[in-house]
């Protein structure tokens, strides 16, 4: 499975089996993750077989069950961090999507507590990834019309809307897609509008509108 395949085939699922995860995809991530700490300043870390953070009334609240895996969106507190995190808990999605497994950004419904001791000091965490093999594969989003997630002079060219056709299958806290992107020449900009975890979402939705369009096409602005 290709980044593309993989993006077509997320979706967020919250049942997992006992299957743990293979050592080989323990060491793909890991290493990924160390490479988004490198890249961007931030403080992933990830923990395996690890029930307590998702066996609380709140992960029963939120639906989740068998969660014994996830990789802690952390960093130092900064105006931009949720973005950095957005684009690394998207590429860390896609890795373990390429992997077989299956996974759901969660911001709220899980135990803070648990979480907190395997933060790095110093750093705070945003999110968690959940992480295993789901029950199910999950269901595609309903999505807003992609006209509505961007604004062009003219009409766009096609990796343009390829890229659009990535990021409207972003995952966005509450499914709520409040971004929006422009197109003026060759340079791109995205924004995040006012809502819940907005910014993260905005991190996720650039890191999968440049996968389908392909860094080469084009600058961010
Ligand atoms: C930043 C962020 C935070 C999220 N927090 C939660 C959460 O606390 N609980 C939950 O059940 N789902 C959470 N989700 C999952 C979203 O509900 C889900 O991504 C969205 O409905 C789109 O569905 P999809 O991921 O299947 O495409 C979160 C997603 C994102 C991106």
Partial sequence: ??????????????????????????????????????????????????????????????????????????????????????????????????????SCFVALTYKKRSVRKRTEEGAKTVCVLALGYGETQGVPHRSKPLSSLYRARSAPPEWFLRGMECAQLAPTAMNQQKFLFSLEGNTVTAAAKRGFYAKLDLGIAKYFFEVGAGKENFVWG
């Fill in 1 to 102: 499975m290709d980044l593309l395949e993989a993006i077509r085939a997320r979706h967020s699922v919250r049942r997992y089996t006992p299957q743990p995860l293979p050592q080989e995809a323990v060491a793909a991530l890991r290493e990924e993750i160390e490479a988004c700490n490198r890249e961007y300043g931030v403080r992933l870390g990830i923990a395996v077989n690890e029930p307590t953070a998702f066996s609380g009334a709140m992960a029963h609240y939120g639906k989740f069950s068998g969660v014994r895996n996830y990789i802690i969106l952390a960093g130092k507190p900064a105006p931009d961090l949720q973005e950095r995190l957005g684009v690394c808990g998207a590429r860390l999605a896609l890795a373990a999507q390429m992997r077989g497994l299956n």
